[in-house]
């Protein structure tokens, strides 16, 4: 079956812009997870869904990162105002409930210049 | 939150056994441990999981001692294609938070 998708694969955007970032995640999957990725760095767990709920949102890193889920599907992260500290993959992930094995998208690769 | 701390780097050649340990001193009573393997410029993806002892599947065997502050990601008889980045991460079923460390890149030589 599809697995997760995310789009744009690649984003370059200028500094001060808003940015979106799509994950559509395997279908049936309740829980959705984002991360981000600094060159040669490990994740850094920014939110995650069960459902179309976020309980905890303090790994966003600012308050210019906001995150919603429609549908208990596709889910959007929105940076607003991007910073050039804010370049790095965006990966998503699924899983059919929040504490199960986690199947992640290819990314977003964003460079904000 | 249980911090991990694993090895940076390590060597191996192809047809050994690869064991790669992770320390997570401040583990909590309901948290488990899970491992995620990744190349480059792709996803993490899921090798295996455990709570205490031992769990084995196809690809790898991980090992968890009574204290379960650290834990033993064994890889039997690697391959060139084995080359990644090898992430442990203690899943936080409290609040839920996963932490992925730094990781450790292994690097499988012919």
């Known amino acids: 079956g599809a697995g997760v998708s995310q789009s744009p694969s690649n984003k370059v955007t200028e500094k001060g812009k808003d940015v979106e970032l799509r994950c559509d995640p395997i279908s049936g999957h309740t829980a959705l997870y984002w991360y981000r990725q600094r060159l040669g760095q490990g994740l850094e767990f920014l939110i995650y869904f069960q459902g179309n709920s976020a309980p905890d949102k303090s790994g966003l890193p600012s308050d210019r990162f906001s995150a919603e889920r429609t549908g208990e599907s596709v889910s959007t992260l929105t940076i607003q105002r991007t910073q050039q500290e804010d370049s790095a993959v965006y990966l998503c992930?699924?899983?059919?409930?929040?504490?199960?094995?986690?199947?992640f998208g290819p990314g977003t690769r964003l460079t904000v210049t | 939150l249980a911090k991990t701390t694993q090895p940076i780097s390590m060597d191996s050649y192809e047809g050994q056994e690869v064991n790669i340990t992770c320390s997570h001193n401040n583990i909590a009573t309901n948290d488990y441990i899970t491992w995620y393997q990744q190349f480059p410029s792709q996803g993490p993806r899921f090798i295996i999981q455990?709570?205490?002892t031992k769990v084995t599947n196809e690809v790898a065997s991980l090992f968890i001692p009574a204290d379960r502050k650290s834990s033993t990601l064994s890889l039997p008889r690697v391959s060139l294609s084995d080359t990644a980045v090898y992430y442990c991460l203690v899943v936080d079923t409290g609040g839920f938070k996963t932490i992925f460390g730094a990781g450790t890149r292994l690097f499988v030589k012919a």
């Open positions: 455990g709570y205490k």
């Open positions: 992930a699924s899983s059919l409930r929040v504490f199960d094995e986690q199947y």
